[in-house]
Every structure is written in structure tokens, then in C-alpha cells.
């Protein structure tokens, strides 16, 4: 079991200056809230030794269940799929332009031979 799925608690990520010799430190705490972690960092390191609290959203996507290889293959040829459903709509976009390139090339050569003709 993960430490999560027991203790409803969220990791905070917190830059304290020691008592001792005022140097600046930052580490991580885990609380309920964020009132519960300022609480503690005051009763630890003073009242004016707590610099900043910052929630950390990295350790819930982290710590999601992990997925069994089975799903992963699944999204891994869903995402192959789409990106050769995607490379064949440019084949046939690439495939018509050229069709109409030549269709114009076609055009503007008739539409040259006919004035070439008629002077």
C-alpha cells in the first residue's frame, strides 16, 4: 500500500531559514493543509523563520495507480492510429494539390497555345 491511499495528507514544499546560523533551507512536509504545515514550520523553526509554502502537485500525479501493460499498448496504438489516419489525409491533400497544379498547368499551356495561334 501506498503511503497516499492510508494518510490523507499533501506534500508541501517549504524555504525555512535555522535558528542557528540563518541559513536557508528548503525542504518537503507532509500535512493535511496548508495551515496545519505553516503551523508546524513555526512550532519547528519560529515564528519568522517560515519563508514560503507551496503546495506540491507533482507528487498526486505521481503517485496515481500505475497501469497494466495492457492499457498501455491499447493508448500506444490508438495514438499510432490516429497518427497514420492523420499522414493519410496529407497524402491525399498533397495528392489532390498536385492534381490541381496540373490542371492549371494544363490550362495556362492551352491558354498560351491559343494566343500563340491566333497572332
Known amino acids: 500500500m501506498r503511503f497516499h491511499e492510508i494518510a490523507n495528507l499533501t506534500a508541501f514544499k517549504v524555504a525555512v531559514r535555522l535558528e542557528t546560523d540563518k541559513t536557508l533551507v528548503q525542504t518537503v512536509i507532509w500535512a493535511e493543509s496548508i495551515s496545519h504545515a505553516q503551523r508546524m514550520?513555526?512550532?519547528?523553526?519560529?515564528?519568522?523563520?517560515?519563508?514560503?509554502?507551496?503546495?506540491?502537485?507533482?507528487v498526486k500525479e505521481a503517485a496515481t495507480k500505475p497501469q497494466s501493460p495492457e492499457?498501455?499498448?491499447?493508448?500506444?496504438?490508438?495514438?499510432?492510429?490516429?497518427?497514420?489516419?492523420?499522414q493519410a489525409k496529407l497524402v491525399k491533400a498533397r495528392s489532390s494539390a498536385d492534381k490541381a497544379q496540373d490542371k492549371l498547368a494544363k490550362a495556362v499551356s492551352a491558354t498560351t497555345a491559343q494566343t500563340g495561334q491566333q497572332s
Open 41 to 58: 514550520l513555526r512550532n519547528l523553526f519560529g515564528k519568522n523563520n517560515v519563508i514560503s509554502v507551496f503546495k506540491l502537485s507533482a
Open 71 to 86: 492499457v498501455i499498448q491499447a493508448k500506444a496504438l490508438n495514438d499510432k492510429a490516429k497518427k497514420l489516419t492523420q
